[in-house]
Each structure stands twice: as C-alpha cells, then as structure tokens.
C-alpha cells in the first residue's frame, strides 16, 4: 500500500511504498522534516513525528553540515607589500642620518679670523690630551691611542678607563687624509661617549 511523501510545504506530492520512503531517507533523497501521509491518516506528518517512520528517522545519521566560502579571509598580500616598503623606507632614512654625521678639519689655508688654527705645545699635550692617531697600513685603516693599536669598534672603553685615570677630557686626533671618513667619526663619537668635552684635530 503506498504512501503519499511530500517535501516540506510543498503543495505537491508523490504516492510510493513504505519501504521507497525508508531508502529514500538513507539515499538523500528525502529529509526527516518531510511530510507524509500514511494510510488511513487525514493529515501531513512530518516524517521525525510519525509513529511508524519516527524510530528510523532517529537512527539515520544527520547530514554533514554545508561548507561556504569563508568569506572573512584576509588577504595579507597589501599588508606585506606596505611592511616591504616601510622596511625600506627606514633603512634608507637611517643611511642619509648616518651620512650626515660628518666632522670639517681646519684648514690652514683659510684665512677666516673666526675660527683660526690653534697651536699648542709637546707640554700643554703631554699634561691635557689623549693622543689617538689614525693612518693607513697595507689598504687598511689602523687607529693607534697613545701609540697603541686598537679596534675603531671598541675605543669607547678605552678612552673611558685613560679619562678615568688621568682626568684628561680633551682627544688629540691625527689622522691622514687617506683614512675613511667613517673610521674618524667613530673615533670622535667614542671619545664623546667616554666623556671627553673637547676633540681637537691635527691638520694634516
């Protein structure tokens, strides 16, 4: 005897057996929430709520829930591009505030009355100043302090441990013009840094 299914709401239906129903249901074909109608019933019912389907509905496996696109995906493509274009602007803006860091020796040459070429004595260097030399050996710079080689990276605690012991605050800086610009920045910058307020240099 056939039985009338419907899919839920829907004002058309179909007349199959019992057992079409039930394969149905296992197939897909058919939800539990569908509506039939038995023999001898005078209303819709869904397929869950009936009493002779309801126990097999129980007992199928709900369907796997329906994936979407995830639509809050974010793309990091622009994200890196400007972190790519920060990174370089940093680094070249801290290039130029390296390269203005630049010292101007006197030149003897110059006839300029507001800052003229100052003179001193072996005594008044000897009793004053930290003597520290810089020169070019084999293509490489070499820093000599008072007569000492040393590493341009590491003057700092040397020039600290001589103020400390001869509370001499002022650098005498030799250095010929051959000697990277850098190397003499570093040596002025370290002698600063160890608490020197005056760095005299020797006109080449």
């Not at 038995?38 to 002779?52: F, L, R, S, Y």
């Not at 680094?91 to 040459?109: G, H």
């Not at 110059?110 to 084999?138: F, L, N, S, Y």
Request: charged share 30%; net charge negative.
């Amino acid at each position: 005897m056939n039985w009338k299914i419907r899919h839920e709401g829907s004002p058309e239906h179909v007349e199959l057996p019992l057992d079409e129903i039930r394969q149905g249901l296992v197939d897909g074909a058919w939800a539990t929430t569908d509506e039939v109608m038995g023999p001898g019933d005078t209303e819709w019912v869904p397929i869950e709520a009936h009493p002779v389907l309801e126990e097999f509905a129980a007992e199928l496996e709900p369907p796997p829930p329906r994936t979407y696109d995830d639509e809050t995906h974010l793309d990091m493509t622009a994200l890196i591009d400007v972190c790519l274009v920060l990174l370089v602007f940093f680094i070249l803006t801290t290039t130029v505030m390296a390269m203005q860091t630049w010292v101007e020796a006197p030149n003897p040459e110059e006839k300029d009355k507001k800052a003229p070429v100052r003179v001193v004595t072996q005594e008044q260097v000897d009793a004053q100043m930290i003597v520290c030399e810089a020169k070019m050996e084999g293509g490489e710079p070499v820093v000599l302090v008072e007569d000492k080689p040393f590493d341009p990276d590491r003057l700092t605690g040397e020039f600290r441990a001589r103020v400390r012991a001869s509370n001499k605050t002022t650098l005498l800086l030799k250095h010929e013009r051959k000697v990277p610009h850098d190397v003499v920045v570093k040596i002025i910058a370290a002698a600063r840094e160890a608490g020197m307020d005056k760095v005299n240099v020797q006109v080449p």
